[in-house]
Every structure is written in C-alpha cells, then in structure tokens.
C-alpha cells in the first residue's frame, strides 16, 4: 500500500513518490536529495559467521516495515531476520508512514498504521509463540505542527494501538544542501523550535507519550533547546544525532566528529534524552562497505563504528543509550546477524550490567515494555 502523507510529513520511504523532477522544481531544490541504498540479498549471502553469545537477551528498539516498488520489507522479512541466531525478544517499531488511511481527517491517517502494525504484532506472536514480541512499543506520527489540534491525535493513536503506542516522531532532519541530506525526508527548517511545533509537543508528556527525535548533528543546537524547554518530556534520539559525512562534508570526518562530540556532551547533560547506537548503515554517514565486493564482516563494522558508539556511551552513560538494527535501512551495508554480531564487539569489555543496559533494558525502561527473560 502506498503511504498517505500529511502536512508537512517528513517520509523516510517514499524516494520514488518524493523525488519526481515538478516536485523538486517546485520546492526549489537545485540538487537532487538520495534515498536509502538498496537492499542486494544476494551480496548479503556471501557473508555468513556464526552468532556472537547466543543467549544474550534483545530488544531491538528501531524498525521499520514498508511496502513500495522495489522496497519491500515486510512481517516475513522481519521475521527472517530475526531468526538468524539472535536472541531478539522484542522489538520497537518506528513510524515510517506505512498504511495510512487513505481518506478522511489528514490529521487522523496515521491511525491507519497504528492499526496495521497492530494486527502485525498480533500475527507475529501467533507466528513466534512468544519467543519475539514484535511491535511490543511502537512510535507513532501525529503532525505535533498542528499545534493543540495534535492533542485528540495522540488520543487516538493510543486508543488505535492497544497499548503499544509509546512515543511519537516528527522528522526534523533538514539541511539546506541536498547533497547533505541522508534521507529523503525535508521537513521546514527550524522545525523543533517552531512555536507551533512545540504548542503540539507540550501535549506528549500529558498523553503519557515520548519523543523520537531524527536529526543531523547540525541541528543538535535545536534539540538541545527542545530538551531543556521540556524537561519531563522524554527524548529519544535517533542514530546518534546524524554526524554527515556526505555532500559537502565527504573528507571531512575529523572536524564533522569533533562538532557532534561537542553539541554530543552538550545534548548529554539534559537528563530527559537518550540515545539509540546505530544507523551507520546509512548513506549519512558516508561509509562505503555498500560498494565492495563482499560484505563486511562484523569485526570490519565495529572497529569503523568504535568512535561513535564509544563517544555517545561515555556522553550518556549505559542506563541511557540503546543499541539499535535501524532495518532495514542498514540492511544495505550488512546482514541482521552481522550488525548485532558488532555490536557484541563493541561492548565485549563492558560490564554485564552495562551489556544489559544497551541491549534490552534500557529500551525495556525507555518504551515501558516488559522485561526480558535471562538465562537461568
């Protein structure tokens, strides 16, 4: 089904609706802004290790599932993935405008994915007999640029998903060079200081209802005034802020990390936020494992993904930061298996409780779900 869009919708999947030449004319966009790399099964094939500690406990707090030409990714796409050797107990869906409703309140078609991926949970727990709880938290859209109008949204998205609503995103990730831009998303600038944005997002802390928060690290200023704006709302913050490494800032990796590493800390001190490790499958972040002959491996991903993950925990402490699959974006750059299998890497020489933490009870305690089952 091909998403319906609200006003101002930022859409991560829609590159071939998003991209035609009038709409660019007309938004007067003078580069071209790229979606996400494709998916390429086949190369995924020609990597295969074994499972890292098996019986280490996950919740896996970002997802997507979608349906458009040529991307596909689906309940039985999902459920692949997850039966590679993990030990995924749970998951987070992410909003990603899948199904809405087609007529109507604009304001109310995002109830239509609420509702799909409602019935999906159901059909994967029937599928899974409870060994994963798919879409146990899922984070809805609600257009918080409506202001207070945004209030009976919330209502009714968590009415619509019984119980597994958790938290709302509006994409902010905008740049004023395409080339810049590492999703098809373009969102108006200054989105989360925008007065009626934030008219909208006073209404999430009475709803009972977090905050996802996607963004480029040149934005995290924004973020940053958001947060301390509203210290009892929760925020979560995607792919560690978006550190650009294409378009303008190809080359220039060491001077885009010490900007992030510094608005990074900064973001650290509000005690309301915390951040999912993940996402470099991207095109943001500017790697190229997409273009060689083989697949990386899971110990090529970590010592490339070390700097991030290891500067964003020691920002925010392990009771604040979640590991994250982002799929199936990162689908493009490297299997379910071998993304988790880095991420094991990474936290080898970690605590068990800060192991725990990353991998499922921050994401237990951020999303309010229920605790996973560890081994006896």
Not at 57 to 74: E, S
Not at 129 to 149: E, F, I, S
Request: glycine share 8%; proline share 7%; hydrophobic share 40%.
């Amino acid at each position: 089904m091909e998403p319906q869009r609200s006003r101002a919708r930022p859409c991560l999947a829609q590159a071939d609706a998003e991209d035609s030449a009038p709409a660019r004319e007309e938004q007067g966009v003078a580069a071209k802004p790229q979606g996400h790399l494709p998916v390429r099964p086949g190369w995924l094939a020609r990597s295969q290790e074994p499972i890292l500690q098996p019986e280490l406990p996950i919740v896996d707090p970002h997802h997507h599932l979608w349906d458009h030409p040529g991307n596909r990714y689906l309940l039985d796409d999902l459920l692949a993935d997850l039966g590679s050797g993990h030990d995924v107990q749970a998951t987070v869906y992410i909003e990603c405008s899948t199904a809405y409703l087609s007529d109507g309140d604009e304001m109310m078609r995002p109830l239509g994915e609420v509702a799909f991926i409602d019935g999906v949970a159901r059909r994967a727990m029937d599928s899974l007999q409870g060994r994963c709880r798919v879409a146990a938290g899922m984070v809805a859209y609600a257009d918080l640029l409506a202001g207070d109008r945004a209030a009976p949204v919330l209502e009714a998205l968590v009415a619509a998903g019984n119980g597994r609503v958790r938290g709302v995103r509006n994409i902010a990730a905008w740049h004023r060079d395409p080339a810049a831009r590492g999703s098809i998303a373009n969102p108006p600038p200054g989105l989360l200081s925008d007065p009626q944005f934030r008219r909208g997002f006073a209404h999430l802390a009475r709803a009972g209802l977090s905050f996802d928060a996607w963004l480029y690290h040149t934005q995290l200023d924004e973020l940053i005034e958001l947060a301390r704006a509203f210290p009892d709302t929760s925020i979560v913050l995607n792919h560690m802020g978006g550190p650009i490494g294409i378009g303008p800032y190809a080359g220039k990796r060491d001077a885009v990390f010490a900007d992030w590493r510094s608005a990074l800390r900064e973001l650290s001190t509000c005690p309301n936020v915390h951040a999912k490790i993940g996402g470099f499958g991207m095109r943001l972040f500017g790697f190229d494992f997409h273009e060689r002959d083989d697949p990386p491996a899971s110990a090529q991903l970590a010592e490339v993904w070390r700097p991030y993950a290891e500067t964003t925990l020691e920002a925010f402490g392990s009771q604040r930061c979640m590991y994250e699959s982002n799929f199936p974006v990162d689908k493009a750059m490297a299997g379910y298996a071998t993304v988790w299998n880095a991420f094991k890497r990474l936290s080898a020489g970690y605590s068990d409780d800060e192991r725990a933490n990353l991998f499922s009870d921050t994401a237990v305690r951020v999303y309010r779900l229920a605790p996973v089952r560890r081994p006896a």
